[in-house]
């Protein structure tokens, strides 16, 4: 929230300085994120009227002004602005003027005519993005006057990270209040008289879901003048809350929400018809907004409609079917009250995210809106005339939020700040928290006021105590704490052994959201249904993940956008599995990579990574186990790996994970660049290792013998292996895959491997006749299973 110095000062002025003011909510959980000028350093630019305009002599889209600022005589400048006009007042930049950007203003001439300074723009001086034209002051300006002065630009921008619980700082009336709490000084609060109905004129109000709006107040002002110009202080604060002016009948309803922090609507009547009903939407309810998307309001979204159908999302945003025009005359003003539990998650369900909603589902004073409705009446009729009517409210008073009596004891204040703080402060800090405190023999009967939702419990007041008493004033004891060390099972490989292997191995740990895109979870794992979130934080962040691959995805897209080309990440992480009725909460740990095998160099050419880099990643990990040879990697599909690169990982017949490279329809889906490998790995399968234990050491050497055998392209190495252990017998120790070779000399279809056999006995020297009858015994095996042939 954008709040201005000038104007919170118009309320409380405490005696500190700006930084001073912004430590001071820091410290009391009103974190202020930045402090900024409100506009640009400019100077020498004064209020100056046109008093006569003539066109250039020979430039058809210029025009020479005389402009009075003050002098004894005026300036002579030339303009191309479409809409300067005799009597306007504007910023007129004079002869040495320094303009945002380093501009500086000297005397010139335009196509062969003196100028004498320079008209400016919003835009020139700072205060918009961008401008149609000149900036209009008001015509009760006085020639001469400083700008800065005149628009009161010396000001203070805090923008203010507020915390969920704090939605009644979310109006300047509520930071005033925090402010002079902290202090200890006047706070001046807004005063708003009743504006005496002039006309007789009603629209009946019906709440048929008074749980989800238990009050709503309305009043109709016929005659408002449309083209009325919001005046210039009022687009000035507008401006420095970061909101846009759109005309009178929105700049009042958006300034009473800055100001008061009620949001509130204005309907065009004469497009409205019968009366306001509040309810829940209908299977056949349709919506055009007023940001011209269509939404189908599901029947847990509250609207606001008429005999006709929908108005508006209640709370949320306005539909066009209602909106006030250039030709609307009659206006129905609503100020009303929503439970957050109404709004909650509602906004973000289509896509949006208004001023309104944002305050509605932090709450709002449920005792607000009849002050709101009129002061912003008294605004629009100032600004915009028109005949008041008398405001109409109805209230299902059962389902106002009732106001809690919590019971506060000094000794559980003194246990939970460990300190005494005396009776009167804190009685103090209570009412200049605008709290109702009753004292009681042994304890104090507290009310909190309308506005404060976050107060509920005993804990909640003692923390409002610390607050404002001062964070920085409580006593810091050291907790005493009892060490324990925890078991190391031997039996199990710990998470972080995995995760050290991988950052030697040049990985980065990332941690991402638990909650994932739609999209990406679909195309990453389609066969899961993932569960989906009732409150998401937006609708790239709506379910809960089923595989680790999304988030490590996105955020190797983010750095591939930011001219990282080699990423190698993992993530340790909790995967929320769907099982009927139920959801699973398991550990795994993924990855990916892409780019360049080995980081730059010279000693080696660069070459991408591949499928077999990726593999012997994960090799490197089922070592930590102790047994490496209990896992198997089997081809098969997986929706997002490429069919002719991707593995599943077993371990003795047990699904470990995934590896493979991303399929080329996923990648293209997701927008990644370049060739992708991942892993995913299910820890519970993973972690069990074989205990350490102590093998007996052969005092003789080993002997090795190569074998070349040719087999058909479906018989995999691994099955190889597996065949030449189970016929080596108890003399062989290794075996190793030293080459694959297809080409000239093996028929098509098949491939040769070539290994490497180690054979060693703990009690003699082997033989040529033991060793050659042990490689026999494997050939012939060979030959048996797969009709292998020795390569000659």
Same mark, same amino acid.
């Given at each position: 929230?954008?709040?201005?110095?000038?104007?919170?000062?118009?309320?409380?002025?405490?005696?500190?300085?700006?930084?001073?003011?912004?430590?001071?909510?820091?410290?009391?959980?009103?974190? *202020?994120?930045?402090?900024?000028?409100?506009?640009?350093?400019?100077?020498?630019?004064?209020?100056?009227? $046109?008093?006569?305009?003539?066109?250039?002599?020979?430039?058809?889209?210029?025009?020479?002004?005389? *402009?009075? *600022?003050?002098?004894?005589?005026?300036?002579?400048?030339?303009?191309?602005?479409?809409?300067?006009?005799?009597?306007?007042?504007?910023?007129? &930049?004079?002869?040495?003027?320094?303009?945002?950007?380093?501009?500086?203003?000297?005397?010139?001439?335009?196509? !062969?005519?003196?100028?004498?300074?320079?008209?400016?723009?919003?835009?020139?001086?700072?205060?918009?993005?961008?401008?149609?034209?000149?900036?209009?002051?008001?015509?009760?300006?006085?020639?001469?006057?400083?700008?800065?002065?005149?628009?009161?630009?010396?000001?203070? /921008?805090?923008?203010?990270?507020?915390?969920?619980?704090?939605?009644?700082?979310?109006?300047?009336?509520?930071?005033? =209040?925090?402010?002079?709490?902290?202090?200890?000084?006047?706070?001046?609060?807004?005063?708003?008289?009743?504006?005496?109905?002039?006309?007789? &004129?009603?629209?009946?109000?019906?709440?048929?879901?008074?749980?989800?709006?238990?009050?709503?107040?309305?009043?109709?002002?016929? @005659?408002?003048?449309?083209?009325?110009?919001?005046?210039?202080?009022?687009?000035?604060?507008?401006?420095?809350? @970061? *909101?846009?002016?759109?005309?009178? /009948?929105?700049?009042?309803?958006?300034?009473?929400?800055?100001?008061?922090?009620?949001?509130?609507?204005?309907?065009?009547?004469?497009?409205?018809?019968?009366?306001?009903?509040?309810?829940?939407?209908?299977?056949?309810?349709?919506?055009?907004?007023?940001?011209?998307?269509?939404?189908?309001?599901?029947?847990?979204?509250?609207?606001?409609?008429?005999?006709?159908?929908?108005?508006?999302?209640?709370?949320?945003?306005?539909?066009?079917?209602?909106?006030?025009?250039?030709?609307?005359?009659? $206006?129905?003003?609503?100020?009303?009250?929503?439970?957050?539990?109404?709004?909650?998650?509602?906004?973000?369900?289509?896509?949006?995210?208004?001023?309104?909603?944002?305050?509605? #589902?932090?709450?709002?004073?449920?005792?607000?809106?009849?002050?709101?409705?009129?002061? &912003?009446?008294?605004?629009?009729?100032?600004?915009?005339?028109?005949?008041?009517?008398?405001?109409?409210?109805?209230?299902?008073?059962?389902?106002?939020?009732?106001?809690?009596?919590?019971?506060?004891?000094?000794?559980?204040?003194? /246990?939970?700040?460990?300190?005494?703080?005396?009776? &009167?402060?804190?009685?103090?800090?209570?009412?200049?928290? @605008?709290?109702?405190?009753?004292?009681?023999?042994?304890?104090?009967?507290?009310?909190?006021?309308?506005?404060?939702?976050?107060?509920?419990?005993?804990?909640?007041?003692?923390?409002?105590?610390?607050?404002?008493?001062?964070?920085?004033?409580?006593?810091?004891?050291?907790?005493?704490?009892?060490?324990?060390?925890?078991?190391?099972? #031997?039996?199990?490989?710990?998470?972080?052994?995995?995760?050290?292997?991988?950052?030697?191995?040049?990985?980065?740990?990332?941690?991402?959201?638990?909650?994932?895109?739609?999209?990406?979870?679909?195309? /990453?794992?389609?066969? =899961?249904?993932?569960?989906?979130?009732?409150?998401?934080?937006?609708?790239?962040?709506?379910?809960?993940?089923?595989?680790?691959?999304?988030?490590?995805?996105?955020?190797?897209?983010?750095?591939?956008?930011?001219?990282?080309?080699?990423?190698?990440?993992?993530?340790?992480?909790?995967?929320?599995?769907?099982?009927?009725?139920?959801?699973?909460?398991?550990?795994?740990?993924?990855?990916?990579?892409? !780019?360049?095998?080995?980081?730059?160099?010279?000693?080696?050419?660069?070459?991408?990574?591949?499928?077999?880099?990726?593999?012997?990643?994960?090799?490197?990990?089922?070592?930590?186990?102790?047994?490496?040879?209990?896992?198997?990697?089997?081809?098969?599909?997986?929706?997002?790996?490429?069919?002719?690169?991707?593995?599943?990982?077993?371990?003795?017949?047990?699904?470990?994970?995934?590896?493979?490279?991303?399929?080329?329809?996923?990648?293209?889906?997701?927008?990644?660049?370049?060739?992708?490998?991942?892993?995913?790995?299910?820890?519970?399968?993973?972690?069990?290792?074989?205990?350490?234990?102590?093998?007996?050491?052969?005092?003789?050497?080993?002997?090795?013998?190569?074998?070349?055998?040719?087999?058909?392209?479906?018989?995999?190495?691994?099955?190889?292996?597996?065949?030449?252990?189970?016929?080596?017998?108890?003399?062989?120790?290794? $075996?190793?895959?030293?080459?694959?070779?297809?080409?000239?000399?093996?028929?098509? !279809?098949?491939?040769?491997?070539?290994?490497?056999?180690?054979?060693?006995?703990?009690?003699?020297?082997?033989?040529?006749?033991?060793?050659?009858?042990?490689?026999?015994?494997?050939?012939?095996?060979?030959?048996?299973?797969?009709?292998?042939?020795?390569?000659?």
């Amino acid at each position: 929230m954008k709040v201005s110095e000038q104007w919170l000062r118009e309320w409380v002025d405490p005696a500190v300085t700006s930084a001073g003011l912004a430590a001071q909510l820091t410290m009391a959980g009103l974190e *202020v994120d930045s402090i900024e000028p409100v506009a640009p350093a400019f100077e020498k630019v004064v209020v100056g009227r $046109v008093i006569d305009l003539t066109p250039h002599p020979d430039a058809d889209r210029l025009r020479v002004a005389a *402009v009075a *600022v003050g002098g004894a005589e005026p300036l002579q400048i030339v303009c191309g602005a479409p809409n300067v006009a005799i009597g306007m007042c504007v910023p007129t &930049a004079l002869i040495g003027a320094v303009l945002p950007g380093g501009l500086n203003i000297k005397k010139s001439k335009l196509r !062969g005519v003196e100028s004498q300074g320079m008209l400016c723009s919003a835009k020139e001086l700072g205060l918009a993005e961008s401008s149609d034209g000149l900036l209009p002051l008001p015509p009760d300006s006085l020639p001469g006057m400083n700008i800065r002065e005149l628009l009161q630009l010396d000001d203070a /921008l805090f923008e203010i990270e507020l915390t969920p619980n704090r939605g009644d700082c979310l109006g300047m009336e509520g930071v005033a =209040r925090e402010v002079a709490a902290l202090n200890r000084c006047e706070f001046r609060p807004l005063l708003v008289e009743a504006v005496a109905p002039v006309v007789d &004129a009603t629209f009946p109000v019906s709440l048929h879901d008074p749980a989800d709006c238990p009050r709503y107040v309305g009043r109709v002002i016929r @005659g408002v003048n449309p083209a009325a110009e919001t005046p210039l202080w009022m687009k000035e604060r507008l401006r420095r809350a @970061g *909101v846009r002016s759109l005309g009178p /009948l929105v700049d009042v309803t958006n300034y009473v929400m800055l100001e008061l922090g009620q949001p509130m609507h204005a309907f065009d009547l004469g497009r409205l018809c019968g009366g306001i009903e509040v309810r829940r939407a209908r299977p056949d309810d349709r919506l055009e907004l007023l940001n011209g998307v269509i939404v189908t309001p599901d029947a847990e979204t509250l609207l606001i409609t008429d005999q006709h159908g929908p108005l508006a999302l209640a709370g949320i945003m306005g539909g066009e079917i209602s909106s006030c025009t250039d030709a609307t005359r009659d $206006v129905f003003l609503e100020s009303a009250f929503f439970t957050p539990a109404s709004i909650a998650g509602r906004a973000r369900r289509y896509g949006l995210q208004t001023d309104s909603s944002y305050r509605y #589902e932090r709450g709002v004073d449920p005792q607000l809106q009849r002050r709101a409705a009129e002061r &912003a009446t008294r605004l629009l009729i100032d600004m915009a005339g028109g005949q008041p009517g008398p405001i109409l409210e109805a209230v299902s008073p059962d389902h106002l939020p009732a106001l809690p009596a919590i019971r506060l004891r000094p000794a559980r204040l003194r /246990l939970l700040l460990g300190l005494d703080i005396p009776a &009167a402060e804190v009685e103090d800090i209570l009412h200049r928290l @605008g709290m109702t405190v009753t004292t009681e023999p042994d304890h104090w009967q507290v009310i909190p006021p309308s506005c404060r939702f976050d107060i509920a419990i005993e804990a909640d007041l003692i923390e409002e105590i610390a607050r404002v008493h001062g964070y920085h004033r409580l006593p810091g004891n050291q907790p005493l704490i009892r060490l324990e060390m925890p078991p190391q099972p #031997e039996g199990q490989v710990m998470p972080e052994r995995f995760k050290d292997a991988l950052i030697q191995r040049g990985f980065q740990e990332v941690i991402t959201y638990s909650f994932v895109d739609p999209a990406f979870q679909q195309a /990453l794992d389609p066969e =899961r249904k993932p569960l989906a979130l009732a409150n998401p934080i937006s609708a790239e962040l709506a379910v809960m993940r089923t595989s680790l691959w999304p988030g490590l995805l996105n955020a190797m897209i983010y750095n591939q956008k930011r001219q990282q080309t080699r990423v190698r990440l993992f993530e340790y992480g909790l995967n929320f599995i769907p099982d009927g009725g139920e959801l699973h909460q398991e550990p795994y740990l993924g990855g990916v990579v892409t !780019g360049t095998a080995l980081p730059e160099q010279w000693g080696l050419a660069a070459r991408p990574v591949d499928f077999f880099d990726l593999k012997g990643e994960v090799e490197a990990l089922l070592a930590l186990t102790g047994e490496p040879e209990a896992f198997t990697f089997t081809a098969a599909v997986h929706p997002a790996l490429h069919p002719g690169q991707s593995a599943r990982l077993e371990r003795n017949g047990a699904i470990v994970g995934w590896l493979g490279a991303l399929h080329p329809r996923v990648a293209r889906e997701l927008d990644v660049e370049g060739d992708v490998f991942g892993f995913e790995l299910r820890l519970a399968t993973l972690q069990p290792a074989r205990t350490p234990a102590f093998h007996e050491l052969s005092r003789f050497p080993a002997s090795r013998r190569d074998l070349a055998i040719v087999v058909d392209e479906t018989v995999t190495a691994q099955m190889v292996q597996d065949s030449i252990r189970q016929n080596g017998g108890g003399l062989l120790r290794e $075996v190793r895959l030293f080459d694959v070779y297809r080409g000239q000399g093996i028929a098509e !279809g098949r491939k040769s491997l070539a290994l490497g056999l180690i054979l060693q006995d703990l009690s003699r020297n082997l033989t040529d006749s033991v060793v050659e009858e042990t490689v026999s015994r494997i050939i012939v095996g060979l030959t048996q299973q797969f009709s292998a042939t020795l390569r000659i």
